[in-house]
């Protein structure tokens, strides 16, 4: 269980903080969509079987501002994910955002959460 | 007192050979004895004479400076400017200036030489000049004012720096020069004629054959040339530029032996006659030669400096006088035996009138050596030869193929061939030697050696020859180069696509669990999506594929720079009914797409939304279109011209077989992007030969051209099979298109496919042509079933709820305003605005739980 799903659980306080995105079946598997809240585009990347399925990051390229991260193409290596940016290639791991051929770049990550058939998402407001 | 040790070294002459001499010194070990004093004659330390003519260009004198001025002091060296030496009394070992008397150990005469003057009535005018020091120019700058026209005699290579020089005075330039030709020592007849040519297209008039026989005043100008056929020539200024003369008469009044036409006679140590005295550069004589370029002056400038501080191992031993260089902005070569003077020596020459260009091999009798060459025009063939030349390396046993247009795709020299000192990396000079060496010190990848060695990182023309030499050093020190396709795989794409056909692999899935490992990258994903849709042409959006596609092919679109996309309506050989072309109009006006017109005549709309994506594709295809495949690695159009239907010149009807090649093979998925074109007569202009599959009518049926691309280094593509009619041409183009996907790397173009084939194009005749490897059948069955499973991919989007609602930008809200990604106008369309402005956060913070 991820540390987000506990402290739903945990915490009702944070249960009601939380808010549902989008539906499960909105995602694309081992593949992203983007969504929407107040001012945030979000990336959603959904690996079902992995350990963690469900990724929140930026949906805006650092690099040239535009909203396309969603549409990158994901990748593995030592057993880490990634994605891979759409324009120009780089590549963020999905676990913390962080670019991994130029360290000045990163992509806001976003708390998300899959619970019974919903993505929820701890708005950044609430960290 | 330490002084009773110190040893005085005194260098007479600081240009650039002396210059060198000073730091080549300094670099040695066992200097510590000895004060270094240097002499110059002229008022400010060595500059760059080869570059001198620079001085016109930017008037920066301290530019062409060789050291700072404070190198001297730094390096405790004593140098008198403006105190030329007067005499050498050797008895007493001292020398003689205007301002004093220096004792020395040790003499180096660097004392260079001067232009020639030849004895002309009227040679000492004031406007008659010569060109070789920063004082000289100073006197042509100032010779120059009020003056119009300016001559220089002497068409070698000096005489062509000096002309440029008066163009960037912006004189009107005039070479004079005695010979038949520009260059004589350096090029040929038909090479001196090609440069003269040239030279004069650039403004510069060229008078050969001209001895001058006196100057007097001129009536127009300041002065008239009189040559010795009784015509004239008038001119503001001349400069004289017939020839350098070594600067030996502190030597020949010293008794120093001299050469019969002058030179200080030097032994392999550089030392004259008297061993406490060296002589180095263009004033030095070793075994008759004098040497006129810097470089030799510098391998003297080394040995002499070796030689005085005890290092015997060093000797001078001759040097290669070939030259490349830019003269007035013409690239001119010369190699060692330019003239074919060896005995029995024959020659190999390319000349192209058109493109200005000459070539010149000079061979062995029996065609195995490269003895000399001779370039006007193009200087990218310079290295190769020279290291042909120099090393002695066995001549390949097609030599014209070094000096035809490289475009032929024969191979330059290989790996391996290579010796160690050739130059890989013009840019940056980097030796193969340099990058065998940083091999051996651990650097393991090519990676590497780019951020070692700077090598390929300039223009980046060298790429292709380094890599193929880092993995040729690799592969000889027993490392094994990788070829697998990324982490997952431990295959190549041509296994992988091998493994895919043998076991009737249908997903990415069943692949990476059975040959594979880990979950993929975005490598592979594409590489494999691209492989399964060469073998069984499923929908490339069918569920388990979907998210194997590059970002283009997800969305069946190009994605531009601000996050839209553009959208590419097929045309096929650009043949388009006014009522389709108006339907195209009305859909861009609608959505308000930039348009233009594609290289590949075609249409392409700009800065559409991910949303709007299938209501305009909806439009297009009700309007009769289909996917153009711009986004895919597959056919992209095949041009043509209007051919026999309209050309009075045309001999078959291009466009027919452009619209039939180019349904033929819509939406086949390759190795990379496939683009051809159809020609209706040998004029050309659809410019078949810059495709990867060119045809070209004949009287007799068509001429079928392979592997030629456009882009950044572009390729013409080779005559294939000629005289083919319908049913040929179509056999051979579906057999070469399966052999490539079938066999080539990822993301590699059909010309690098073809050079990388063993064999290259005559291998690939043999297997298309005359199925040497019983294959042909097959390769046209595969391409038969991925013809026959064509579909509009659009189409099929359209069709399936799931696929279409990929195009929805957010799974949770409404599609955003066009406008919040930036657009102004520009000409009546919309581009992209510089500074996106997208109604979202984009600030990232960090963040944790």
Known sequence: MSQLAHALESQPSLQQQAVILCRQQDLVPFSGV??????????????????????GLSHIDPVTKAPVMAHGLLGETKGEFYVAAPLHKQQYRLSDGQCLSDSALTLQVFKVQLLDGQVYLLPPTEY | MTTSITKQLLVIGNGMVGQHFIEQFLNQTETAQWQLTVFAGEDRPAYDRVHLSDYFSDGNAAKLQLVADSFYAENKVTLKLDEP???????????????????????????????????????????????????????????????????????????????????????????????????????DKDGGELLRCKIAQLGVSVHTDKATSSISAGSEQR??????????????????????????????????????????????????????????????????????????????????????????????????????????????????????????????????????????????????????????????????????????????????????????????????????????????????????????????????????????????????????VVEHELTARGVAVSSDLCEHFSYSRQQLYHLVRVDGLKTFNELISRHGRGHGCEICKPAVASILASCWNEPVLA?????????????????????????????????????????????????????????????????ATLDQLPLIWQQLIDAGFETGHAYGKSLRTVKSCVGSTWCRYGVQDSVSMAILLENRYKGVRAPHKIK????????????????????????????????????????????????????????????????????????????????????????????????SLGLCAELEAQMQLLIANYQCEWQTVLNDPVQRARFNSYVNAAAPARSDFGFVPERGQLIPSRQLNINVSIESKETSL
């Open chain 1, 34 to 55: 983007a969504a929407r809240f107040a001012e945030y585009a979000i990336a959603l990347f959904y690996l079902p079987g992995e350990t963690v399925e469900l990724y």
């Open chain 2, 543 to 607: 569920k388990p594929h979907v998210a194997l596609q590059d970002t283009n092919d997800t969305f069946l679109a190009n994605m531009q720079k601000n996050g839209t996309y553009s959208v590419v309506p097929r045309i096929p050989g650009g043949e388009i009914t006014p009522a389709m072309l108006i339907s195209i109009g009305q859909v861009a006006e609608q959505y308000q797409l930039y348009t233009k017109i594609t290289g590949g005549q075609r249409i392409d709309l700009f800065g």
């Open chain 2, 223 to 468: 002065l008239q040339l009189n040559f010795s056929d009784g015509t004239v020539l008038q001119t503001d200024l001349i400069v004289f530029s017939a020839g350098i003369r070594p600067q030996d008469s502190l030597a020949k009044d010293a008794g120093l032996e001299l050469g019969p036409r002058g030179g200080i006679v030097i032994n392999n140590q550089c030392q004259s006659s008297d061993a406490d005295i060296y002589a180095i550069g263009e004033c030095a004589l070793w075994q008759g030669q004098l040497f006129g370029l810097v470089a030799p002056g510098y391998q003297m400038a080394r040995t002499a400096a070796a030689v005085l501080t005890g290092d015997n191992s060093q000797s001078f031993s001759g040097a290669d006088m070939s030259t490349k260089l830019k003269l007035l902005g013409v690239d001119v070569g010369s190699i060692g035996d330019a003239h074919g003077r060896t005995p029995g020596a024959i020659s190999l020459r390319y000349r192209n009138d058109l493109l200005g260009e000459y070539r010149k091999l000079v061979l062995s009798a029996d065609g195995k050596q490269l003895l000399g060459a001779v370039l006007v025009g193009d200087n990218s063939y310079y290295d190769s030869l020279l290291q042909y030349a120099l090393n002695g390396i066995a001549l390949p046993a097609d030599p014209h193929s070094l000096i035809l247009p490289q475009s032929s795709g024969k191979p330059l020299l290989g790996p391996a061939a290579l010796p160690a000192t050739a130059t890989l990396c013009s840019c940056h000079n980097v030796s193969k030697g340099a990058i065998c060496a940083a091999l051996d010190n651990g650097v393991q990848d090519l990676a590497g050696i780019k951020s070692c060695t700077k090598a390929a990182t300039g223009c980046g023309g060298c790429a292709a020859l380094l890599k193929s």
């Open chain 2, 676 to 771: 051809m074109a159809v020609s209706g007569c040998t004029r050309e202009c659809a410019e078949a030969q810059s495709k990867d599959v060119g045809v070209i009518a004949t009287e007799n049926g068509w001429n079928l051209y392979v592997c030629g691309n456009g882009g950044m280094k572009p390729r013409h593509a080779d005559l294939f099979a000629t005289d083919l009619n319908d049913q040929q041409l179509l056999s051979y183009i579906d057999r070469l298109l399966m052999f490539y996907i079938k066999t080539a790397d990822r993301l590699q173009r059909t010309a690098t496919w073809m050079n990388n084939l063993e064999g290259g194009l005559d291998y690939l005749r043999e297997v298309i042509i005359n199925d």
């Open chain 2, 85 to 187: 030496v007067l005499a050498i009394d050797r008895a007493a070992k001292t020398v003689t200036t205007a301002k004093a008397r220096y004792c020395y150990d040790k003499l180096v005469l660097a004392t260079g030489s001067y232009p020639f003057v030849p004895p002309i009535a009227g040679n000492d005018n004031q406007h008659c000049l010569v060109y070789r020091t920063i004082a000289d120019l100073e006197a042509i700058r100032a010779s120059s004012k009020g003056a119009r026209t300016g001559v220089v005699i002497g068409g070698g290579l000096l005489g062509l720096e000096a002309a440029n020089a008066l163009k960037l005075q912006g004189l009107e330039a005039h070479v004079v020069e005695f010979a038949p030709q520009l260059m004589p020592v350096q090029l």
